[in-house]
């Protein structure tokens, strides 16, 4: 059951993830990804189940994206993905190619927690 709720939850993260993507789908979106890299930060250890999900991910959606961009997987444990979390919203530039795979806590963390680094708006997450 619980593996079954996370696969739910990782397919709903993804297909948020994707219609930011689709709209740069044309001769543009072409041009855009061609020749780059979309990183997707994981905010667990190597083999672990999220890691495993992003190593998928990459491996087969680069094929997907006009331009045919290289995925590369990234791990950056600590703080229950809070360290991840914090570094693609404060370090990486945003310019949609860095992403962010955090554990599904995170989220309640940030809303609830009076320590927040990231100060990550909830609705950028979640579409509210």
């Known amino acids: 059951m619980k593996e079954r709720v996370l696969l739910l939850t990782l397919i709903f ?3 948020m993830i994707l219609p930011g993507i689709a ?3 044309g001769a543009q979106g072409d041009q855009f990804y061609k020749g780059k890299t979309i990183r997707i930060m994981v905010g667990s250890t190597a083999g672990g189940f999220y890691d495993r999900w992003a190593r998928l991910f990459g491996k087969y959606m680069g094929k997907y994206i006009p331009g045919q961009p290289e995925i590369i997987v990234q791990n950056m444990a600590g703080a229950g993905s809070v360290v991840a979390t914090n570094h693609v919203y404060n370090v990486a530039k945003p310019d949609g190619l860095t992403l962010v795979m955090p554990l599904n806590g995170v989220v309640c963390r ?12 909830i609705h950028r997450l979640t579409g509210d």
């Open 23 to 25: 709209p740069e789908a």
């Open 13 to 15: 993260c993804f297909s």
């Open 110 to 121: 940030a809303q609830g927690s009076p320590v927040r680094h990231a100060q990550v708006p």
